[in-house]
Every structure is written in C-alpha cells, then in structure tokens.
C-alpha cells in the first residue's frame, strides 16, 4: 500500500499467445508470457525465475498455474499458485484455489474456492493430510479464521 507499487504494464514480454490460438499441453516458460489465447494445460515459470504471466480478458487457461508474478483478467479453471504476487483485475474469474504470497484483487473479480496465504519459503501444492480432520465454521456474515 505504502510501498513502491512494481509496474507489471511496462514489463517486458516475451511470448504472445493471441487471441484464436489454443494449446494443449503443459506450458513451461522464463520472463514475460501475455495470454490472450486458450491453453489446456498447466502453465509453469521455469524454477528460480521472475517470471511474469499476463492473462487478459480474452485469455483462458484450464489447468494448474504455477508463477511468480502474475495478472489475471481471464478464466482460469486450476489452481493457482504465486510465490510473489497475484494481481485479481476486475474481469478474472478463477475456478480454483488460489495460493499467494501478496495478493491484490480489484472488484468484480471472482474466486471460486480457497484464498490460502503462503510465504514464498513454503508456497506448495495443497498439503490436504494435514487440514482434512479440521473443519473450520463461522457465522453467517463472519470469516473462519486460523
């Protein structure tokens, strides 16, 4: 809020996938990826990078994401995981838990499952044999908190 905000719209990026393309398969990649496309797969960075993953309104992804940095204003039917920061923009629909370190989410988008916070040491794929005894209620209007 009060710090130097990092401008992901001047990033530079290095794969374009446009509008009308459909890939299937897994997606593994370094630096800048701009989704304007579909893409039936999961969408890696490439381990130790800073990579940064654009989906616009027009992008869709069906599989897991798993990325440093990323803006969403698309669909994304998966999981998603961000050890640094995840940017929610007014149009993204996620049908998936969503894993983050930083998160920033405008309103109008949407979550259709967990929001789980992680630190970058220990963001992973969900440890469920840990959580799947506890059940956590609130009341109408109140969050469960841990």
Known sequence: MFGKKKNFNSARIDTL?????????DLV?????????????NVNAQEGSDALLILSEFGHIEGDVKVPNMVLNGEIIGDVFG????ELAPKSRINGSVYYNLIEMA??????????????????PKRLENKSNETKTSAPGELATE
């Open 83 to 86: 050890s640094n920061r995840v």
């Open 17 to 25: 996938i446009g509008q009308g393309t459909e890939i299937s398969g």
């Open 107 to 124: 309103i109008g988008a949407e979550v259709n499952g967990g929001l789980v916070h992680e630190t970058s040491e220990n963001l992973a």
């Open 29 to 41: 990649f370094s630096g800048g990826l701009h989704v304007d496309g579909k893409i039936i797969g």
